[in-house]
């Protein structure tokens, strides 16, 4: 079974562009979250969605948002982009919400986004 | 609101030799679980063990052991027969109802 299938893999953006992540989830899993991972630091929540709900929300600006299809794969858009959105994005998929019973957690391997 | 804090930003120990790595959280969630995962340069984000808060008894998978005291808030993970492989950022993590919650890392080398 594929895991976790995250695109682009790597891109540059300039100042200002807009930028459309894409993820699909492993099969039968509804839930997909995005985290961004700034070098150095550990990764940042920024959405989760389960059954296409928005579950939750972090401290990011409105520039970030994302959705949820049918099919349960998902986009993360990041409008106005900054130099300081240069980061790896983690695209990570569940059966359930996170704290589902018998629930695990699996990440893609992410896209890198360069600003300049 | 969740925290977790990894105290040690590097950590070495000899091939074959036994390491530690420590994390404590802290979550007003009364259902949550607790994880690490490992991070190769490849930056792919690997998971290594799981542990549900509700279960006392300590996870296990191969190498790779945790000590988990739900009372102190401390989810240490112990790595035995270190492989060159298992050189890589390990990052301690909590999930609530909706969110992971990562530490800053640890990153951990192998001595040949």
């Known amino acids: 079974d594929a895991g976790v299938t995250q695109s682009p893999t790597h891109l540059i953006k300039t100042r200002g562009q807009h930028v459309t992540l894409r993820c699909s989830p492993i099969?039968?899993?509804?839930?997909v979250s995005w985290y961004q991972q700034v070098l150095g630091q550990g990764p940042q929540f920024i959405f989760q969605y389960y059954e296409k709900e928005e579950r939750g929300r972090g401290n990011f600006p409105d520039r970030f948002s994302a959705r949820q299809f049918p099919n349960y794969s998902s986009e993360l858009n990041v409008n106005a982009l900054l130099l300081g959105d240069s980061a790896l994005y983690l695209c990570?998929?569940?059966?359930?919400?996170?704290?589902?019973?018998?629930?695990?957690?699996?990440f893609g391997e992410g896209s890198w986004l360069t600003v300049v | 609101a969740q925290t977790v804090t990894q105290s040690q930003p590097e950590m070495s120990v000899q091939e074959a030799e036994t390491v530690t790595l420590s994390c404590t959280y802290d979550?007003?969630?009364?259902?949550?679980?607790l994880f690490w995962y490992k991070q190769p340069p490849s930056r792919q984000m690997i998971l290594v063990i799981r542990q549900e808060a509700y279960k006392q008894q300590n996870a296990t998978e191969n190498r790779f052991s945790v000590n988990f005291q739900k009372a102190a808030k401390s989810f240490s993970l112990k790595i035995s027969d270190s492989q060159l492989g298992d050189a890589a950022m390990y990052f301690c993590a909590c999930a609530g109802a909706q969110k992971l919650v990562f530490g800053q890392g640890t990153r951990l080398t192998i001595n040949p």
């Open positions: 099969s039968g899993h509804k839930s």
């Open positions: 979550t007003s969630e009364s259902d949550y679980y």
């Open positions: 990570a998929s569940s059966l359930l919400p996170p704290t589902g019973i018998g629930n695990t957690i699996y």
